[in-house]
């Protein structure tokens, strides 16, 4: 026994045993709680990549990593390993010879899962009907997913029924389709790329472009006359049109497209039948949000 200072008996203090130690994590304040959220826990790094997706969604062409940075007001040092990360997931595109970053393919593979369930077809159907009606031509609508146009909803007036097949879900070549290319409307030399690659474009009929740089010709071509044209290119016997539906960001998600049976109408029936089209794909994008007075932002 040891004895204090004024001669009073006391135990000796001992360290306690390892086993007598709580070892229960005590629950942190709420103030520490904060401090770690805001220092890049999960949570605040999966708010940072969809602010980067967001950001991405809105540009129509490929940014610079300081300017995510910078109106996103992340650091740049997380700015890019977030980038990084989420290019090898396929979120997002790197483009070496800009030097810029775009959506990937599962970025756009995501938004086509979304537009191929209700919204699409909630704000399309009656619109199919209804052009179906006043043109003769089947009807379609159809999103991206990858270099395949496919189709989500359709509608076949009765005079068509013998030769249009176009049924939701059926997957067509993106290049050698009007649908498909309304659909690619838009996008890049960098984008076609990174979609393709830089090998041929395959033509089993010897029809359509043979390259992305034919392909983004054509696709230019019909941006500027408001919708794309593919006569025959898949030797099916159907001349069809497209007309590109946009987001409330100005993206071309969907595609609106109209099929005549060998010839497309000629003179004045020709001309009611594309501005129905293109009075068609204007509704669905502004009951999709789109306003044409707010243009897209410039990458």
Same mark, same amino acid.
């Given at each position: 026994?040891?004895?204090?200072? =004024?001669?009073?008996?006391?135990?000796?203090?001992?360290?306690?045993?390892? @086993?007598? &130690?709580?070892?229960?994590?005590?629950?942190? =304040?709420?103030?520490?709680?904060?401090?770690?959220?805001?220092?890049?826990?999960?949570?605040?790094?999966?708010?940072?990549?969809?602010?980067?997706?967001?950001?991405?969604? *809105?540009?129509?062409?490929?940014?610079?990593?300081?300017?995510?940075?910078?109106?996103?007001?992340?650091?740049?040092?997380?700015?890019?390993?977030?980038?990084?990360?989420?290019?090898?997931?396929?979120?997002?595109?790197?483009?070496?010879?800009?030097?810029?970053?775009?959506? #990937?393919?599962?970025?756009?593979?995501?938004?086509?899962?979304?537009?191929?369930?209700?919204?699409?077809?909630? *704000?399309?159907?009656?619109?199919?009907?209804?052009? @179906?009606? *006043?043109?003769?031509?089947?009807?379609?609508?159809?999103?991206?997913?990858?270099?395949?146009?496919?189709?989500?909803?359709?509608?076949?007036?009765?005079?068509?029924?013998?030769?249009?097949?176009?049924?939701? #879900?059926?997957?067509?070549?993106?290049?050698?389709?009007?649908?498909?290319?309304?659909?690619?409307?838009?996008?890049?030399?960098?984008?076609?790329?990174?979609?393709?690659?830089?090998?041929?474009?395959?033509?089993?009929?010897?029809?359509?472009?043979?390259?992305?740089?034919?392909?983004?010709? *054509?696709?230019?071509?019909?941006?500027?006359? #408001?919708?794309?044209?593919?006569?025959?290119?898949?030797?099916?016997?159907?001349?069809?049109?497209?007309?590109?539906?946009?987001?409330?960001?100005?993206?071309?998600?969907?595609?609106?497209?109209?099929?005549?049976?060998?010839?497309?109408?000629?003179?004045?029936?020709?001309?009611?039948?594309?501005?129905?089209?293109?009075?068609?794909?204007?509704?669905?994008?502004?009951?999709? #949000?789109?306003?044409?007075?707010?243009?897209? &932002?410039?990458?």
């Amino acid at each position: 026994m040891a004895t204090n200072g =004024s001669g009073r008996r006391g135990s000796a203090r001992t360290r306690p045993s390892p @086993a007598a &130690v709580d070892t229960t994590p005590s629950t942190p =304040s709420r103030r520490a709680s904060r401090a770690v959220t805001a220092e890049g826990t999960p949570d605040t790094s999966a708010r940072r990549v969809l602010t980067i997706l967001r950001y991405l969604a *809105q540009h129509q062409r490929p940014v610079l990593a300081s300017a995510i940075a910078r109106d996103c007001h992340f650091p740049r040092s997380s700015t890019y390993r977030l980038l990084h990360v989420m290019e090898e997931e396929r979120f997002v595109t790197y483009y070496p010879d800009e030097g810029r970053w775009g959506l #990937g393919l599962s970025s756009y593979e995501l938004g086509t899962g979304y537009l191929l369930s209700d919204p699409l077809a909630r *704000q399309s159907m009656s619109i199919l009907v209804a052009l @179906a009606a *006043q043109t003769g031509a089947f009807m379609a609508i159809g999103v991206l997913d990858g270099t395949d146009a496919i189709v989500s909803r359709a509608h076949h007036p009765e005079s068509t029924t013998a030769w249009a097949d176009f049924e939701p #879900g059926l997957r067509y070549p993106a290049h050698l389709t009007a649908m498909g290319r309304a659909l690619l409307i838009g996008r890049s030399r960098g984008d076609l790329i990174a979609l393709y690659g830089d090998r041929p474009l395959s033509r089993p009929n010897d029809k359509g472009p043979g390259t992305v740089d034919e392909l983004l010709e *054509q696709l230019r071509e019909a941006e500027e006359r #408001g919708y794309a044209e593919s006569p025959i290119d898949l030797a099916d016997g159907i001349w069809a049109f497209a007309a590109p539906v946009r987001s409330a960001a100005g993206r071309v998600v969907a595609a609106l497209t109209a099929g005549f049976l060998n010839e497309p109408p000629t003179g004045a029936a020709f001309d009611t039948a594309m501005a129905a089209l293109l009075s068609g794909a204007a509704e669905i994008s502004s009951r999709l #949000g789109y306003r044409p007075c707010d243009p897209p &932002v410039a990458g």
